[in-house]
């Protein structure tokens, strides 16, 4: 009788480190994901963003520090998403946003959001982003890809 309450004791004890290891990785990739939007809005020329934008940066930039789930970063992304302008977007991508919206809501991990995030930057016309994240953009994209 010993043996099986020790048993049941240590596997809750491995779900209780599994689930606070979990949701540790996952403010980790969270927190990343914030501070790399903030790097892509960063690489964005001024007049890449909507009139509204200027009201909007500084309680966005606040939301970005903090980001520490999905339910933020998927916040902060369609914040920023919502406040570029339309013309500094391709054809290709403006005619598929809303789909590209939808896959935002519904994303389960950070790294499908990671996904979204490098359609979107592929999405952007190469003369809205300043000259600096053009020469580094492909180091962007791979940080991206390292949120899995």
Known sequence: MKKIVLI???????????AQTKAANEKNKSQSFGLLIGEFAKGLKPSSFSPAWSAAKKSWNEEMKSASNLADAKTILSTLVNNINPSAFSLAFSQTKNQWQDGVNTAKSIAELASSVKMLTNGILPTSYIKEFNVQKSDFLNHLGSLR
């Open 8 to 18: 049941i004791s240590l596997i809750a004890l491995v779900s209780v480190v599994n």
